[in-house]
């Protein structure tokens, strides 16, 4: 069976190609309709056997940032209610492994940064509405917002799955620990500046990323989920795709993106943040370089040309 999954709404957003922000007519009528749940009907179209998805997008929207709100708080609590989420339930546990009672310093720097992906600011205006009153308004897109949550709720996913691991590692290792109950529990944590960044797993994920046909929107999934980019410093309108890049040997590359060091060639550009993120307009990766190869500990098997230049 040929199946056809509308979600309406969406389509008649993204199917204007000259203004996608103007609404077009989408025809939602079946032939020989058969409900499968409250939104969803399975019936013909044009000869064609589909499920079609109708709902009020102000319902979509809604379901989509109660997901997204409910996953941030799953993450990183809830301040409300001071529930500690994954970050603050990995944090208890690696501060218990920095305890003296586990063998640990009595110190931990704690790295792991806390971006609450939904602080992002919105643009407010404020003046007087039609009835003259004095108000505060904030506009965008339908589309656009459509956009930045779903965003959202990758890299929330993505941010869970990894704090979960994590946990579960930590876990573990605490498992294998002989308690010292004579010793302090006490810990000094230091958290590290929102700028620090841990160059040594950086690379090593880099070298295991950097391959031709590398997915860009693979990278830059796993780099706001480990918290290496932050989501509030991009708009999802912002290229991330443009000016050509030089190696060391000043062979220029286009479409070329610059991460702590590495240098990546994509295959086709300008791309969007919120194309790689919404739109499946995803680039391949041709090529990368890196300045220094002693950083890298694998170097060998990601970076077999000489220093700073192109591999491909």
Same mark, same amino acid.
């Given at each position: 069976?040929?199946?056809?999954?509308?979600?309406?709404?969406?389509?008649?957003?993204?199917?204007?190609?000259?203004?996608?922000?103007?609404?077009?007519?989408?025809?939602?009528?079946?032939?020989?309709?058969?409900? $499968?749940?409250?939104?969803?009907?399975?019936?013909?179209?044009?000869?064609?056997?589909?499920?079609?998805?109708?709902?009020? $997008?102000?319902?979509?929207?809604?379901?989509?940032?109660?997901?997204?709100?409910?996953?941030?708080?799953?993450?990183?609590?809830?301040?409300?209610?001071?529930?500690?989420?994954?970050?603050?339930?990995?944090?208890?546990?690696?501060?218990?492994?920095?305890?003296?009672?586990?063998?640990?310093?009595?110190?931990?720097?704690?790295?792991?940064?806390?971006?609450?992906?939904?602080?992002?600011?919105?643009?407010?205006? $404020?003046?007087?509405?039609?009835?003259?009153?004095? %108000?505060?308004?904030?506009?965008?897109?339908?589309?656009?917002?459509?956009?930045?949550?779903?965003?959202?709720? $990758?890299?929330?996913?993505?941010?869970?799955?990894?704090?979960?691991?994590?946990?579960?590692?930590?876990?573990?290792?605490?498992?294998?620990?002989? %308690?010292?109950?004579?010793?302090?529990?006490?810990?000094? !944590?230091?958290?590290?500046?929102?700028?620090?960044?841990?160059?040594?797993?950086?690379?090593?994920?880099?070298?295991?990323?950097?391959?031709?046909?590398?997915?860009?929107?693979?990278?830059?999934i796993n780099a706001f989920a480990h918290g290496w980019l932050s989501l509030s410093d991009?708009?999802?309108?912002?290229?991330?795709?443009?000016?050509? !890049?030089?190696?060391?040997?000043?062979?220029?590359?286009?479409?070329?993106?610059?991460?702590?060091?590495?240098?990546?060639?994509?295959?086709?550009?300008?791309?969007?943040?919120?194309?790689?993120?919404?739109?499946?307009?995803?680039?391949?990766?041709?090529?990368?370089?890196?300045?220094?190869?002693?950083? !890298?500990?694998?170097?060998?098997?990601?970076?077999?040309?000489?220093?700073?230049?192109?591999?491909?």
């Open positions: 069976m040929k199946h056809k999954i509308l979600w309406l709404a969406a389509l008649a957003l993204a199917g204007c190609s000259s203004n996608p922000n103007k609404a077009e007519k989408i025809e939602t009528q079946l032939d020989k309709p058969s409900t $499968i749940t409250g939104t969803q009907k399975v019936g013909l179209k044009n000869g064609e056997m589909v499920v079609l998805d109708k709902a009020e $997008i102000a319902e979509k929207l809604r379901d989509l940032q109660n997901q997204v709100y409910s996953l941030e708080d799953k993450v990183y609590g809830t301040r409300k209610l001071g529930s500690l989420g994954l970050y603050g339930e990995l944090k208890s546990c690696m501060r218990k492994l920095a305890s003296k009672q586990y063998g640990g310093s009595g110190t931990l720097t704690w790295t792991e940064p806390l971006d609450r992906v939904t602080d992002k600011e919105e643009d407010l205006k $404020i003046g007087l509405d039609e009835n003259k009153d004095l %108000v505060g308004v904030s506009q965008e897109y339908l589309r656009d917002r459509l956009q930045r949550f779903q965003g959202y709720k $990758i890299i929330l996913q993505k941010r869970s799955d990894e704090f979960e691991e994590k946990i579960e590692a930590c876990n573990s290792t605490a498992m294998t620990k002989q %308690v010292d109950t004579s010793q302090s529990s006490k810990v000094l !944590v230091n958290e590290a500046p929102k700028a620090t960044v841990d160059s040594g797993a950086i690379n090593e994920f880099m070298c295991g990323f950097v391959r031709p046909g590398a997915s860009l929107e693979n990278f830059m991009f708009n999802l309108t912002q290229p991330l795709l443009s000016a050509p !890049v030089k190696d060391s040997k000043a062979e220029s590359r286009d479409h070329a993106f610059l991460f702590h060091g590495w240098k990546m060639a994509f295959d086709q550009g300008p791309v969007t943040v919120g194309d790689v993120l919404n739109q499946g307009k995803d680039a391949k990766m041709v090529a990368w370089a890196y300045d220094k190869k002693t950083d !890298v500990t694998s170097a060998a098997a990601c970076l077999p040309a000489s220093e700073g230049a192109w591999n491909h």
